[in-house]
Every structure is written in structure tokens, then in C-alpha cells.
């Protein structure tokens, strides 16, 4: 299995080289904490909080998904160039329907030249 990497407090690093690295590599969860059973949720996943990634030929973010616990729930894929060969956070709405009465949303993201990264669980109560 692959490595894979987290998301850490980019405070609390000194250098900001390694800030830059971590943040725009790091898929971030955006949601709602509530969400109706049956019912269209929407999800953003935004590549990167503070600092874009490259979209270049060998160098760019190729997918990313979402999960539930370890259940796959939605992939996008993007070919180089998808974001005007610029450096830019690669987003994505899903719109998910909920049948449980809670989610633990995960995002995973691959980036063609620094692998596997994991956002952190953004936990969602679901009503009836």
C-alpha cells in the first residue's frame, strides 16, 4: 500500500517551503454539520487552503474522492491542463444523499509527483 500523507498545522511549521508543500497538497472537506436523510448534501472538496498547486504535464492533481468511513462515495479525475496550466486549488462539488444517521467524510486526492494525501474526518449527523 502507498503512502499517505496528512494534512498538519502549517503554524506550526517554520519553513515556509514545507508550509506550501503540506497545504497544497492537502484536501480539504467543506459541508454543511447537518444534513437530511434522503435528501441532496453537497460536499467541497478544495485542493489547498492557503497556497495553489501546479497544473502541469508530470505535475498535477490527477484525482480526488470522497469517503465515508471506508466506503467510496465519489471520484473526479482531471487530466494536465484542466486548471489553464496554472497554478490554481483544483475543487469539486459532490452532492451526496444520506441513508444513515451519521457521516464521517474523508477526502483522498493523488498528486502525480507527491502521491497519496488523506484530508482530516469532518464528522456529519444526519436527521430524518
Known amino acids: 500500500m502507498p503512502k499517505i500523507n496528512r494534512y498538519v498545522d502549517i503554524s506550526t511549521i517554520d519553513r515556509e517551503a514545507k508550509k506550501d508543500y503540506i497545504d497544497r497538497h492537502s484536501?480539504?472537506?467543506?459541508?454543511?454539520?447537518?444534513?437530511?436523510?434522503g435528501e441532496p448534501f453537497k460536499v467541497k472538496v478544495k485542493m489547498g487552503n492557503e497556497y495553489c498547486h501546479p497544473d502541469d504535464f508530470d505535475h498535477y492533481?490527477?484525482?480526488?474522492q470522497l469517503w465515508d468511513g471506508e466506503t467510496l462515495l465519489a471520484q473526479t479525475n482531471w487530466q494536465p491542463g484542466t486548471m489553464g496550466n496554472a497554478c490554481a486549488h483544483a475543487e469539486v462539488d459532490f452532492y451526496v444523499?444520506?441513508?444513515k444517521s451519521k457521516m464521517k467524510l474523508t477526502a483522498m486526492s493523488y498528486c502525480t509527483k507527491h502521491g497519496l494525501w488523506e484530508s482530516?474526518?469532518?464528522?456529519v449527523s444526519v436527521t430524518e
Open 120 to 123: 482530516d474526518p469532518v464528522e
Open 61 to 64: 492533481i490527477a484525482y480526488v
Open 97 to 99: 444523499v444520506p441513508t
Open 27 to 37: 484536501p480539504f472537506v467543506h459541508c454543511e454539520s447537518t444534513a437530511k436523510k
